[in-house]
């Protein structure tokens, strides 16, 4: 045992409502003023401003509540316990591995604490060509400031670990501009575990903060519940149907809980709320649910460094850069953010191309090795419209997203640029992850041969850890189910409070967006509600 | 080895009608499990693909034997960790490299125990790059489930370079 105090643990101790569904037998049925589904950024922002505002809340949320005493940094435990499909989940042909989480608290459970507020230049083509007249950077202003304040969002003063120090020295070589990452920690051990669970609390996630604060302002939380489908009353939303998971999570047990509210809010996150509206046949007369669904796909390179990187070590994700986001028009070629990824051996074996002699000499670099990666702006050219969302025979979800040519023009660019870049950091040799590509000794070499590699499916290695859309939130309802108020068309109690509202991707990791918007969100729902200013959160 | 690259280039439309196939009649010939089970067929088939997949990693000597199984054991315990729907996406995988008419119309050898790794590799390798999407996330899946879950191990990490978590905070 760890002398960490689980904030967690103490709030169970202290009586906070917590029902596991794994544990019921039998049917149940529960009240409640608002049913929020997820416990996500969008959920726990909302479920916090809520039950502040004297709401009585029920937050249902199909993973495990889990907590620092759980969180031993080691990937074989924490993948399939935190994260949606073992951290293997997968778009529809297999192509993309997706990074989501699954446990109260979802994605903010496991980020890498990176914060960004949206990049104006994305606000100023919402307002364009979704309607969105209330989303300029000057009217999100307030509610990112808030929320920064409520999660800790600040400067990281703790100098960048070795791998991302290579991203800045590179960069600089060659005149790229870079800049550090604001973060959410409070007291940071600076371990860099943050994608396993923070072990120490310091992370300011939804886990620790909101969702303890809804609780102890009399909340409910039932865990290992998966919502099933809506159940429709003229255009009200009369109940919300959920399976009660087995305590592995993998398979319903049997009990079936009905919740009834005044109002629903669907914050499961992309992927997982476009598809509660899809198995409930929500209303969708333009045929837009589960459609621009993005994902910043991701290419990965790496740098093979004489002296050792060790990125496993370390706060992940302190430096970036946006120039190659800036140079150009933002529905113009398309561009991408520069980071890089923590090293752990689970995430990097499996990502390192190839098998027998070939990967064993790879991993036996594994302490020398800086990663690198680059996240595709999507859903900006005229041909990058994202992902569609089925619903498997079983009704679980599958994205269905395909390449664009322009978006694979973006990542042979891409995978061109971090090679020069690691080079210019002094790397020894360089691998782009791609099947077909070799350990390059010099950027010649590099540039001669990445410009050759086919940009396919499956042969380049893609990933992504940002879902978004789904829902699409527009001012105009031929473009956007959700009106800019996150209230769901043609529903007079639905609302949706996540990043599926996104109708493009956001450009920079996404959590603050979602935290800020959100909160804007649930601050006027709270206000419709009972007829009050909403309460502001604060941090403690 | 040659036959079995020509062999490939042939698959083409036949060979995804035949895998789809084979997928549903693999299907029929068990009841779809809730859970992926690993039989005997699936074992023969992991200890033949791992020393392969593994390489220079699976220790030679007296240990070799107790590593092997081990690493079959961590990938059946990582398959049973994904969700039902998958599970039963690699049980069907495993199934058609278990049945003799689909494993040597797709991976183009002979049973799993006669298989000498140099055909395991070419097998590996030619799905790696294999026309049929369906044949490259096979191998997708297969490198993923083996490599990833050698190397979640604590066992495995003094090898890279790796020293593990923070002890006092991991125990």
Known sequence: MSAVPDPIQAGLAAGWKV????????HRTLEADVVVIGSGAGGGVTAEILALSGLKVLIVEEGALRS???????EAEAYPA??????????RDKSINILQGKAVGGSTTVNWTSSFRTPPATLAFWQREFALKDYSPEALAPWFAMMEQRLHIEDWPTPPNENNELLRKGAAK??????AIRRNVKGCWNLGYCGMGCPTNAKQSMLVT???????????LLTHARAERFVWQGDRADSLQCSALSADGLAPSGSRITLRARHFVVAGGAINSPALLLRSRAPDPHSLLGRRTFLHPTLISAGIFEQAVDGFSGAPQTIYSDHFLETQAIDGPVGFKLEVPPMHPVLLSTTMAGFGQLHADTMRQFSHLQGMLALLRDGFHADSRGGRVHLRSDGSPELDYVMSKPMWEGAQRALLTMAEIQFAAGALKVAPVHEQARHYSSWAEAQKEIAALPMKPLQTRVASAHVMGGCTMSGDERSGVVAGDG???GLSNVSVHDGSLFPTSIGANPQLSIYGMTARLASQLAQQLTGKPAAQPRAA | MQTSRRSFLKIGLAGAVTLAAGGLLYRQFRAAPQQFELDSPGRDMLAAVIPVMLGPVLPDGPERAAALDDAIEAVRIAIVGLPLAVQKEV????????????RRLLAGIPPWAEATPEQIAAFLQSWRGHRLALLQSAYHALHDLIIGSWYAQPAHWAAIGY????KELAA
Request: proline share 8%.
């Open chain 1, 19 to 26: 029902i596991d569904a794994a544990t019921l037998d039998g």
């Open chain 1, 68 to 74: 620092s005493k759980d969180f031993k940094m080691r």
């Open chain 1, 82 to 91: 935190l994260y949606q499909e073992s951290a293997a989940r997968k778009t």
């Open chain 1, 174 to 179: 060659l005149n790229i501009p870079v800049a």
């Open chain 1, 210 to 220: 909101t969702i303890p604060s809804a609780l102890q302002h009399g909340a409910t």
């Open chain 1, 487 to 489: 209230r769901y068309r």
């Open chain 2, 91 to 102: 049980q069907d995988l495993f199934g058609l490299m278990a049945l003799a008419p689909t």
């Open chain 2, 163 to 166: 020293p593990g978590p923070m």
